[in-house]
């Protein structure tokens, strides 16, 4: 697939995103919300006394805004694949001259443009004014920190291409969705930092991609990274990106042939 | 029949066969999960040893009854599905292997979905395609002046796709198919549920398409007037199986000496057969359509026999149509005891 043609997809969700405002308003309000929620937890925990995972109070704020805000800016819709599989939509996508995961690379890219550039962003530098918070941004930080993100974003894509492939063997994919919002919740690093969690459920973190979605990002952004660490955390997340990157190819493979297409 | 291996054909199958595991899955997460381990399964046979080959330039109706296996094969010869078995080409490309390649020279239509992008205006679906298919400004320009006359697509383009009508979706539709003026055309049941006229434009589109530019056109329908007028050759499938392959013309020519006996009565009739030289093969109400099988010295003596047993109104007497060739190839596995057929064959 090449720029323009990918840019095009993007471009159509986009604007598509553009159109729901009510919804927009709502996940504005939404956002703050969360902010407004973990700040005020985080804030009173570290009143008790600062020092867990390695966070200052003021520190493990600016990660609460920074995760939020990357959580925010990931927005994506996971139930298309799904829904395309049920009402046998997939197939006008699949007489296209495009690959199937770039188009929902796509497709997804311009939905998340919207939500970083209408509410991510704004949230985030409203919310650094408003809780004063003092990021560090240094030149290094902020260009590892960038390609976290990307890798952060891809995994995460990655991650609702292979739940939303279920839907090519079940049907009804809500219950693994269900599993898969638990498990993004508890260890994405949105709600929780890593450094929290006992130092013997690490090893099973590490197991998992989760960590390196929102976690990843926002530690190195924030600066709560020490540089070695971030740069034994990006190669990771490269590790990862890559072995997803193999099984969606694969898990496609599977899939393609198993398709029926509903409703003729 | 008339395929034959290593001929030059644009689109070819050989001994396709799909196989369709359904998993019937259970309710709730408990179900789902059971689903994943169980082995309830359900094998449904779409399409059970299909071959045929299609030469450029050709139009052929693909015909069968609904579940006879025709959406399956477009599907897999479309690089959608992958077949359990056999070989498909269209261009010497593998579809379901090389789909991408495949599908910059095929168009394809679905008449129960549309391609186009619901929420924008048909003139934004065709300028996605246009740098999907990477047409030129120049090509693109040309082409859609020719679609939109020949289409008459002329105050569509503003309209966002939502609002079409059926007959204005299936001319857009049809038009997306072939911004990037692909050589082979797959119609799937192209003219469903349109009205007489929008049929007709249609048809005489693809007509010309087919004509003037060479294009191959393999469609499916139930709508035997698209085959009587579009199709030189027809396909016929029953139960994922081919019965028949050959042309449209030659099909007539099957039962030279038959007519059809188109009856009114004047009241609904209860029992069957009438008079035994004369087959029943439909009936609509007080109407019924009898086939007369044999030499026609006999015919006016069958008539008279009919007239003079039972109250007719009205009668006249016809060459079969294709319809009720096809219907007549169908049946000849079924035969028709009573009414049972004839009231499934009246829909």
């Known amino acids: 697939m090449n720029l323009a043609v990918f840019g095009k997809f993007a471009a159509v969700s986009f604007q598509k995103e553009i159109t729901y405002r009510f919804d927009y308003f709502m996940a ?47 927005s994506m819709d996971d139930t298309t694949i799904a829904i395309k599989v049920r009402d046998g939509s997939i197939a006008t996508d699949l007489i296209r001259p495009v690959s199937f995961f770039m188009m929902n690379m796509a497709q997804c890219a311009g939905f998340s443009a919207f939500h970083t550039l209408a509410r991510g962003v ?16 240094t030149a ?85 990274a020490t540089p070695e660490r971030a740069l034994v955390m990006l190669t990771e997340q490269a590790a990862w990106v890559g072995i997803m990157g ?3 190819l694969l898990f496609w493979n599977a899939a393609k042939s198993r398709l029926v297409i509903q409703g003729g | 029949m008339r395929y034959h291996l290593g001929m030059a054909y644009t689109i070819e199958a050989q001994n396709l066969v799909k196989t369709f595991t359904v998993n019937e899955s259970g309710k709730g997460l408990l179900g789902a999960v059971k689903a ?38 477009i599907k897999i010869l479309t690089g959608i599905l992958v077949p359990t078995g056999g070989v498909a080409r269209v261009n010497g490309v593998v579809p379901y292997e090389n789909r991408r390649d495949n599908s910059k020279n095929i168009g394809v239509v679905f008449g129960q979905r549309t391609q186009l992008w619901w929420d924008l205006p048909v003139r934004e679906s065709f300028e996605i395609l246009r740098v999907i298919y990477r047409v030129s400004k120049g090509d693109f320009d040309a082409m859609m002046a020719r679609l939109t006359k020949g289409l008459g697509l002329d105050g569509l383009m503003e309209m966002p796709v939502r609002k079409l009508s059926l007959g204005q979706r299936m001319r857009c539709d049809i038009a997306a198919s072939l911004v990037h003026r692909p050589t082979v055309l797959f119609l799937d049941e192209p003219t469903i549920g349109l009205d007489v006229l929008a049929k007709e434009n249609i048809r005489s589109f693809l007509r010309e398409l087919n004509g003037k530019d ?45 007519k059809i006996i188109e009856v009114d009565f ?44 039972y109250p007719v109104k009205d009668l006249s007497v016809r060459e079969p149509s294709v319809e009720i060739i096809i219907r007549s190839i169908y049946e000849k596995t079924a035969a028709l005891p009573g009414y049972a057929p004839v009231e499934k064959a009246a829909k």
């Open chain 2, 36 to 73: 994943l381990f169980s082995t309830k399964k359900r094998i449904v046979h779409a399409v059970e040893n299909v071959s045929f080959g299609i030469r450029q330039g050709e139009f052929v109706g693909y015909v069968g009854e609904n579940g006879a296996g025709k959406s399956t094969t």
């Open chain 1, 140 to 224: 290094r930080g902020t260009a590892l920190g960038l390609l976290s993100l990307v890798m952060g974003y891809l995994i995460l894509f990655m991650l609702n291409y292979l739940f939303g492939l279920i839907a090519f063997w079940i049907i009804e994919v809500f219950p693994f969705q269900l599993m898969k919002y638990g498990l993004l919740n508890l260890l994405g690093g949105s709600v929780i930092p890593v450094d929290l969690f006992p130092a013997s459920m690490k090893p099973f973190l590490a197991l998992l991609p989760f960590q390196h979605i929102f976690y990843t990002p926002a530690a190195i952004l924030i600066g709560h």
């Open chain 1, 28 to 74: 504005v309000l939404n956002g703050f919300l969360y902010i407004f929620v973990f700040t005020a937890l985080w804030r009173a925990l570290y009143a008790q006394g600062a020092g867990a995972g390695g966070f200052s109070a003021a520190g493990i704020t600016a990660y609460a805004i920074m995760a939020m805000a990357i959580r925010i800016s990931f």
């Open chain 2, 266 to 309: 004047e009241s609904e009739l209860a029992s069957l057969p009438l008079v035994p030289e004369l087959e029943p093969i439909r009936r609509e109400g007080k109407k019924m359509w009898l086939r007369h099988a044999h030499d026609s010295s006999g015919l006016a003596l069958a008539i008279g026999k009919l007239a003079s047993l």
């Open chain 2, 214 to 258: 060479g294009t191959t056109i393999i469609l499916t329908t139930h709508d035997m007037n698209d085959i009587e007028q579009l199709c030189k050759r027809l396909i016929i499938l029953d139960k994922g199986r081919v019965i028949h392959d050959g042309p449209t013309e030659e099909l007539k020519k099957r039962f030279p000496h038959d």
């Open chain 1, 246 to 248: 193999a099984a969606s």
């Open chain 1, 122 to 137: 704004p949230i985030l530098i409203f919310s650094i004014f408003l809780f004063k918070v003092d990021i560090p941004f």
